[in-house]
């Protein structure tokens, strides 16, 4: 089973910020955060990691709580190529935790 | 550019067919894995390979198989035994043992049952 919690949708406004909230309640020390998104009919595309600290790339922005059983993906002006399917998911070091468990992610629809 | 080739892009089966879906990769990666999506679904776990010549089951193994003989390649196979194959199979890869890497996946083939 999937170790995160993600609301099933949320929408937003072209060129507005969007925050995406995931819940990890259960995240062990070592384990990453990571985010991907999916668009229809494609695979899977890696957005962000991050473990303890705040991450920011081109794409987006990773805030993680300070006791790393929350994290929200910021996309600081969302546009209509970002409409997809998020993925919230914890990648451990070893083993069976080393593996991505997708839940049903977040559908986010971008409104023009 | 590095990357990962899943072909065909769409495929059709008829009843009682095996088919085998085509991975490969250039990434130099140790891991690969092959995931399941059903409409509406997240994506399920059906194999994996850590290295070379070993593989092992993920959640939903039953009616497919694969093989590793290449660090480039690893093929999927649905057999008949698979009840219910129509679905989205996505292929990926990664450096094993990294929990600080991400996975790349290939665009996907699109298996249909006829």
């Known amino acids: 089973d999937a170790k995160t919690t993600q609301p099933n949708s949320m929408e937003s406004n072209e060129e507005e910020p969007v925050h995406l909230p995931c819940n990890h309640s259960?995240?062990?020390?070592?384990?990453?955060i990571h985010w991907y998104r999916q668009l229809p009919s494609q695979g899977p595309e890696y957005v962000i990691h991050g473990l303890t600290s705040n991450v920011n790339n081109r794409m987006a922005s990773l805030a993680i709580a300070e006791d790393r059983k929350s994290s929200t993906l910021i996309l600081h002006r969302a546009t209509l190529r970002d409409a997809a399917v998020y993925y919230c998911i914890l990648r451990g070091l070893v083993g069976a935790t080393n593996k991505l468990i997708f839940g049903t992610g977040t559908l986010l629809a971008v409104q023009p | 550019d590095g990357g990962i080739t899943q072909s065909p892009k769409y495929l059709f089966r008829k009843e009682g067919q095996n088919v085998t879906l085509s991975c490969e990769q250039n990434?130099?990666?140790?891991?690969m894995y092959w995931y399941r999506q059903d409409p509406g679904q997240g994506l399920r776990l059906i194999y994996y390979?850590?290295?070379?010549?070993?593989?092992q089951k993920g959640d939903i193994a039953e009616g497919y198989s694969v093989s590793r003989e290449k660090k480039e390649s690893f093929p999927l196979t649905v057999t008949s035994a698979q009840k219910n194959p129509t679905a989205f199979y996505l292929c990926a890869s990664s450096i094993e043992g990294k929990a600080n890497y991400g996975y790349t996946f290939g665009s996907g083939t699109r298996l249909t049952v006829v």
């Open positions: 990434l130099n990666h140790d891991a």
């Open positions: 259960t995240i062990s020390g070592t384990d990453y």
């Open positions: 390979s850590q290295i070379v010549n070993d593989f």
